[in-house]
């Protein structure tokens, strides 16, 4: 009988070599076992032992019924209080646990800030704690997002950013990327579109394309600066028509539609927010939204694809919007902010503020938020390559070409 296991513990019968008696000292170990097994319940323990060594009976039948009660005790002793214990270990730590601060890497008022702050104040009803957004701007970005970096990851600091990390570190701006963090949510993306002044001759992308290529360097086009949308767009668009524009660089969209209006420059890509609010003014003529197909805010104006369906192969492309958590954040955390901002997307104030954003909404998260960042990510990064204006070729940052 020595030797024996029930449920899972080494037979606590005396050997069998001829000695008799179950030494009193069986039970000490008996009840430090269960002592040790977490138990509190040992009140009959010591009655049914005693009880059992009254029983006249063979020294083998001896030593299995006192294993047999042993074990039984053990279990039975043991369900309640080690199910509560199980119970109490499978529970996940609280979270949050005190209020949470969303960093917006931006300024004040940016179609970044509006969108945080909009989800924000529904999901911290969710999460049951304070998300107090904070704008710290500087170095496209690069400041905000290292400061939600440098903090612990313990979900209690949250980056909420645009696409911009994308391309850090092929612009060499930091060593910071949406590499270090996980997307908790995609919020939704923004589209492109081209434009020009309401009194411009070109009435059609094709009007716009057959100067470029008649006149090639001489067509003003407003641009931010490499990585910025203006930018990229143009890119694009000179990739897949062979064509050269003359790019006029401004301190961002503001002065690119003031340019625009004062015929400063003869085309202009902004937002299509942006393209809307000058359209419905009268003051421009919006050619095509970037886009493969067209935008319900604009039903008469086509995609670009329409007239430059070469463009398809960078296509869907835009602005996107995201809250992020540091990537070595516990996995409970990552769920609860995931629920909550889920859970917050339905909201109906919420929705209407990205309409009237011009905001397509996505509501992805974890390895399907990871899929759509990477490809918008590699069409960013080998655009810069290939204008030459890439510090880092993504090939040394394991960036992959899109097919």
């Known amino acids: 009988m020595h030797g024996n296991r029930t449920g899972g513990r080494r037979c606590v019968c005396d050997k069998h070599a ?36 009254q029983k006249k009976s063979s020294l083998w039948k001896k030593g299995a019924a006192f294993c047999l009660v042993a074990s039984m005790l053990l279990v ?7 199910g509560q214990s199980s119970q109490g270990q499978s529970e996940q730590p609280q979270y949050p646990t005190r209020q949470i601060e969303g960093i917006v890497p931006f300024g004040a008022g940016g179609g970044t800030d509006l969108v945080a702050r909009a989800i924000a104040t529904v999901a911290e009803k969710q999460l049951g704690q304070p998300v107090n957004i904070t704008n710290k701007p500087g170095a496209t970005g690069t400041v905000g997002t290292k400061y939600v970096y440098d903090k612990d990851a313990d979900g209690h600091t949250l980056l909420f950013s645009a696409e911009n990390p994308t391309v850090y570190g092929v612009l060499k701006l930091s060593e910071r990327s949406f590499e270090e963090f996980y997307p908790v949510h995609i919020m939704g993306r923004g589209l492109a579109a081209i434009t020009v002044h309401e009194n411009s001759k070109y009435k059609t992308m094709t009007d716009l394309m057959n100067d470029v290529k008649a006149n090639p360097g001489d067509i003003k086009m407003g641009t931010t600066g490499p990585g910025g949308l203006s930018y990229m767009v ?3 668009i000179s990739q897949s028509e062979n064509a050269e524009f003359n790019m006029v660089p401004y301190d961002g969209e503001g002065p690119i539609v003031t340019a625009l209006l004062g015929n400063h420059i003869d085309v202009s890509i902004v937002s299509l927010s942006k393209a809307i609010e000058n359209a419905k003014g009268g003051k421009v003529r919006v050619l095509a939204v970037v886009n493969n197909e067209k935008a319900e805010e ?5 995609a670009i694809t329409e007239e430059l369906p070469d463009m398809a192969k960078f296509l869907p492309w835009g602005p996107f919007y995201g809250v992020w958590v540091k990537k070595e954040a516990p996995d409970h955390v990552k769920q609860s902010l995931e629920k909550a901002f889920a859970e917050a997307s339905k909201d109906a104030d919420y929705q209407a503020l990205l ?5 397509i909404p996505m509501g992805i998260s974890g390895a399907e938020a990871e899929k759509f960042w990477r490809d918008q990510q590699s069409i960013s990064a080998w655009l810069l390559q290939d204008t030459g204006a890439a510090k880092v070729s993504p090939e040394t940052l394991n960036i992959p070409r899109k097919q």
């Open 18 to 53: 001829g000695s008799g008696t179950i030494k009193k000292y069986r039970y000490k170990q008996i009840k430090e076992t269960i002592t040790r097994a977490g138990c509190n319940y040992l009140d009959n323990l010591e009655g049914e032992y005693f009880m059992f060594k």
């Open 298 to 302: 604009l039903p008469d104006v086509p």
């Open 234 to 236: 143009t890119a694009m």
């Open 76 to 82: 039975s002793a043991c369900s309640s209080g080690q």
């Open 355 to 359: 309409k009237n954003l011009a905001i």
